[in-house]
């Protein structure tokens, strides 16, 4: 008799494969779940009468999301608990509360210790987050932080991923692609030092690019705008993989096509200069580069006006119908098919 | 001029030493925190007029907390749910939800994934709880499991560590150590095999210990039966890390002493013989073991008469004043001074 045991390599489903795959069972049956897997956070009702609650949890592990030769350990804090949050304002929300989980090496010192929590404390500090939960293991091996961000959001202004309607403007914060940028230049320096130990690392003063990489913030000031010129945006999600693979999530959840436009897209003159000194086509920069904490959106058309104005704004395109597909108009005037890159932990040598 | 540089190293402040030192700053500003850091979950006012809202967070790390050698990946998943809502239970709450994050090597497959799920969600059916959120990615090595549990108790009925008070009785639930007995068993046959892998391992039908540690449940119905009797325990604490370092905290954080009298511990009689068997002594079995997930609570003197005839709930001592110390009166009638050991998973070779 021959057993044969099914094996199927994760890299083969990839991250966001995995997840859909292994939760494909777990339909929620508690009726104060409004929305389960599947978004920026899941969506409790609590008992409170006007807001939701949200939930969010991330999971960041040495040498696939962070690289301690040039990450400091203050920054990873910070970073971590950023990349949460920005979590929170992906559903127009609030953020209120962290648990955080540690498992590290013996390597490690108490004072290493305390340069992640110092991190973790001024990003609370900022976003105006509690610490109200913590667990801190040992590890066989490197460095896993994993937090859980809580939230709270309005119940009329939650923003899904799956809202936005043909016709809607899409749009995104800031600027696009330039922790990407930081991430390269951090490992070529890293890559040059390995070979000749005795060369200065050159960050050829960049600092936008590495502020990008190694510290860089969630969009709580943009929440705060759109509440106060009173737009709710239809869609939302926040840019930690990249555009393609964002804009891909919200027509996915929608039922829309998308078209962009390539000359709107925002990108900072520092992360083009240095993409085209690297050799490498700012588009992808943006597209499949990751980190950016930036929030993409839609927005009903009703709305223009009251966002046209805002410099820290893009208007980069408007959803279709699914049948258009996802695509950018290109500076030069073609129409080219945006496919889901991407950030895939499981793959090796990612980003691209 | 010289720069020291200061080194502790985490093993010697221990778990909870280094959580109690890395949040000591930590002290939460919403004033939706009822209880921030320092018991089983922390307590949060969600705006729901008659329920708090307790969350709880753990890492599971290979090679510290399981051994894939002995450990299948079902029961594994299972266990880290039962981890989990056991400290739900412990604030006399009810689970309703579960976040998951994962990090694996890619030596695992899609297949193991979906063990470790099935076990997750085998458990999140018996506890009544919703997966509602998770985050999958790679390792450079090994498995690690990061569960936050969220769930829900009455405002009047919340059991916190630091509610007991003098001349209280003392209760655990079910016995105790039998968790602590299968994973010497299940050690002694690794290390046998390791020497000899041509012979097969005797686990002398220990059906009972066996399953204790590696499918233990929470104590759901004990917390149902409370209810039931109308009891709500001044204190309460899940016995997670030995009895010795769980008596401990709640005497910490009540500001109490505590006597316990070893002839009423709760111990199998499974427990008890193959403690003898392998010469390791019975009471190191349940003061220093762990993973038992049994319920350690004090009542009031009034309630003894609801669970007196409770043949699942042991009165195993009562609380005194600070100044008479944590003691245990052995069979002996000698007074043992009681240090709590517990598990330190910063420490090799733990538990003893």
Redesign the interface.
Known sequence: MENK?????????G?FG??D???A??A???P??IQ??GDD??V?E??????Y?V???????????FDLTYTPLKHLGYKAVVANVSDIYAMNGTP??I??????S?K????A??EI?KGM?LA?ERY?V?????????????L?I?I?A?GSVEKTKVAYRSGAKANQLICVSGDLGAAFMGLQLLEREKQIFREHPNVQPDLENQHYLLARQLKPEARKDLIELLQLKEVVPTAMIDVSDGLSSEITHLCKKSNCGAQLYEEKIPIHSDTYEMAVKMNIDPVSCYMNGGEDYELLFTIDQKDYEKLKEESDISIIGHMTTPDQGIRMMSKGGQLIDIRAKGWN??EPNNPE
């Not at 045991?5 to 489903?13: D, E, G, M, W």
């Not at 939930?55 to 999301?65: A, K, P, Q, R």
């Open positions: 045991i099914p094996t199927t390599s994760i890299a083969q489903l991250e995995l997840i795959h292994l939760t069972n777990f929620a049956k508690n104060n779940v389960s897997i956070c899941a409790l609590t008992g409170n009468p006007t807001h609650q939930v969010t949890t991330d999971i960041l592990t040495e040498g696939i999301h209120q509360y648990t955080v989980s540690v498992a590290i013996s490690y010192t108490v004072e210790m305390e929590y404390y609370c105006g509690d610490l109200i939960g913590g667990d801190t293991t040992s590890s066989l091996k490197g896993y994993s859980t809580i932990s499981f």
